[in-house]
């Protein structure tokens, strides 16, 4: 064993690749050996940063005069229950002349070896490991290209820069705003300006008040029967103001002569959809499957542990030219499958080659190239990672099918003396091209949505000049529509672009690097913001809860911008990007973090608490096992306390992240705090307990309609929630039960009765103060 290299991976499923394709190595006691090699494992992250008391014990205490939190380094501890592998390594790389770093190629992997490394005292000469894909070839391929490990120096500043960081925000904001306003409150770098996007969305779509307007169509019809229709539009648009001028055109073109005075056509082509980096599968995923960020991040690491796909945390959808070479023989391996069969023979091979810049780019290749299947085809794959594989693998084919070719034609209709001018728009596909890869599924969707687009239509053969009789004319009353809540996909362009809607790929390929988190981490950004309570999904979409309606609230009164915009965000995540190519300093990116937590502090500090709160004076304290929070003497309990006690058992109701519940076990009273669309505030739970009904409440909003609608809520004698509808025009009412929390009724007034169960929105109780003890002396090394 002595004398030999100790490869270390990431995970045991790696660690099994590298032995496949290097060959000859046998099982020992929490590694593997063979005539040349050592290679164990990690199982994820090892070793931490140290917690808040192992630098100073005052810092367990959270209280405002201990913060801001700001060690003057920091230290790493191995944690209890990986901490059996974690001394297998030390003692194997000890005892090894050179270690080979097979981590995940990536930031976060060069992170976990370094820790590693560190924690255990290793000063070794290491060797890189970057692989793409764990396939044997690309597994040997990659140990003869290996760097020495000081050529990712940067990658590992850029790595650390990151963690440090986001300890000293995420510990500081989440105390600060813990101990000032008296409720359990996380906050994060990046997470609170995304939970942000979501609350000021939904403002948003609150204070949205529709406008009516009006459009009017008419329908047209040639000499030998042809017909086809258009809509008004004049100098300003084709939206009118009122009923009145509506109706005016409407009688001024009914019975009248027309003619077409334009008619264009013009060939248009549609290209392939690029390669798929982490977001834009996520994004797909979510569109077509209604799949969570973090399913398809987790199918996906899964395709790639199985050696289907190569690796899926990347950021770029462009190949290098060296891959090139390699494509065809992948497309021939593709074939062997029934079902891609076809797709494959069809494919042409000369459309990928070193002239095409939407596909082949080195400058736009950064650590990884876009997502790509490999040569190990899967015989049969199941659920979610049967659907990742097959939008993978049908996007990598699309490269090698030509554009999809349109007929667009737009024709222009005058009508009467004045004369009134109507526009019509067809749309006809004349070469699927590309298209045809497409499952059928997919493919009729996407016709079904070319056929929505307002005013597409099958325009027949028209000449300029041509005669044409005016048949039925209507007005049509619309009005403008709020803004749509954010979906997964939706919510991961915005975090992409920091908030703004990019569809320009030029925009978008400068705008990398300045988004919210990265490729890797936004799936679970989004996760950690469900846990927390602070977002729930409805019907795929995002809406945030009181209690993170509530924090952004909090976060805006301290003028804690850094904490809110995603712009400012985006920058931050700009210049750590910048220290890994060598742009940015990571000694001054540490001061801008260490000066913007002290500020940041301050300004939660120098803010009003909350009404009835009086969080100022609150302490905490952490131990292992449940967190434990304990108000200061004289102060309130850290939960909000009805007056009014359970009408059920007489047992005190309180607020926590589930809404207003009884204390008594088994009592079963719960009141939600946010409902179809509204928070259902201290007021409104008051009124259900002392009076069991609230007043009207306007602005609930059924998900499955979009219809707002007007309720009562009455406390039921289950100690649950239902809705009593105003009386209709015969002065009967109706009352139902109420979902719960997040949720909302299967109808609103006129739609047909049903009920629906009350459930809970899996909310989490809230973040903890840090738990556990830092590990021994031995591991609590600086990095």
Known sequence: MAGKPLIIAEKPSAAMAIAQALGGFQR???????????????????????????????????????????????????????????????????????????????????????????????????????????????IRAAFAEMKPQEHYDRLYRSARCRAEGDWLVGINATRAFTVKFGELLSAGRVQTPTLAMVVRREREIESFRPEPYWEVFAAFRTPDGREYTGKWFGPDGDRLSSADAAEAVVRRVRRQAGWVEASDERPVAERPPQLFDLTSLQREANRRYGLTAAATLKAAQALYEAKHITYPRTDSRYLSRALVPQLPALVRALSARSDL???????????????????????????????????????????????????????????????????????????????????????????????????????????????????????????????????????????????????????????????????????????????LGTPATRAAIIERLKEMGYIITERRSLVPTAKGRRLVELAERAGVEVLLSPELTGEWEHRIAGIQSGEYDDARFMQEIRELTARLVERIRATEGAPGRGGAGRSSTAEPGPAKEEPAAGGPPLQDRLPTPCPRCGGPVTRGSRGWTCATAGCGLRIPTFLCGKVIDGGAAEALLSRGRTPLITGFTSPRTGRRFSAFLVLKEDGQVGFEFPPDRRGSRRTRKAPGEGGAPSRGPGEAETSSPNRSDGASAGVSPRRGRPGSRAGARKP
């Open 341 to 515: 069969a076809a797709l494959a023979a069809g494919a042409d091979l000369s459309r990928v080659g070193f002239g095409n810049r939407r596909v082949v780019d080195d400058a736009k290749v950064t650590d990884h190239h876009a997502i790509l299947p490999t040569s190990e085809v899967p015989r049969s794959l199941t659920g979610a990672e049967a659907k990742i594989y097959d939008l993978i693998v049908r996007r990598f084919l699309a490269q090698f099918y030509p554009d999809a070719r349109f007929l667009e034609q737009e024709v222009v209709t005058c009508v009467g003396e004045l004369p009134d001018r109507f526009r019509s728009r067809g749309r006809r596909l004349v070469d699927p091209g590309w298209r045809q890869v497409e499952p059928e599924p997919a493919r009729k969707r996407r016709a079904a949505e070319d056929e929505e687009e307002e005013g597409l239509q099958l325009l027949p053969p028209l000449r300029m000049g041509e005669p044409v009789a005016v048949g039925d004319v209507e007005s049509r009353e619309k009005a403008t529509r709020p803004p749509r809540r954010y979906t997964e996909a939706t919510l991961l362009s915005a975090m992409e672009y920091a908030g703004r809607e990019i569809t320009d790929e030029a925009l978008r390929e400068a705008m990398k690097g300045h988004g």
């Open 28 to 138: 020992r006691d929490g590694y593997l050996e063979s005539a040349e090699y050592l290679l164990s494992w990690a199982i994820g992250h090892l070793v931490e940063l140290l917690p808040p008391e192992a630098y100073d014990p005052r810092w367990k205490r959270w209280t405002m005069e201990t913060l801001p939190i700001l060690p003057e380094g920091f230290g790493l501890h191995v944690l209890p229950k990986t901490r059996s592998q974690f001394r297998t390594l030390a003692r194997l790389g000890k005892q090894a002349p050179l270690l080979v770093n097979a981590c995940d190629a990536g930031r976060e992997g060069e992170l976990i070896f370094r820790y590693i490394c560190a924690a255990a005292g290793l000063e070794k000469p290491v060797m890189r490991l970057w692989v793409s894909a764990l396939t044997p070839a690309a």
